[in-house]
């Protein structure tokens, strides 16, 4: 009898664990939802992608070489 109880108990644990375990691991979602499209819009989308244009202009002017995309080092 006191087996069955141990196991009884023990099995107990183990679904409250899986119970449990959904709830407590479970988190809001962050960030911005896609719209009606599929697509992200919003300020911080524009930003990320002025910034990216940027870094892409200035990526491009280092690797072909363009001398007006690099500043003189001042001292």
């Not at 709830?23 to 930003?47: I, W």
Request: glycine share 14%; aromatic share 2%.
């Amino acid at each position: 009898m006191r087996k069955f109880v141990m196991s009884l108990a023990v099995a107990g644990v183990l679904a409250a664990g899986v119970v449990a375990a959904p709830v407590l691991y479970a988190e809001e979602p962050q960030g911005p939802t896609p719209g009606p499209g599929g697509s992200m819009t919003g300020p911080d989308m524009q930003r990320m992608m002025a910034m990216m244009g940027m870094c892409h202009k200035m990526m491009q002017g280092a690797m072909m070489g363009d001398p007006s995309s690099q500043q003189p080092h001042g001292k």
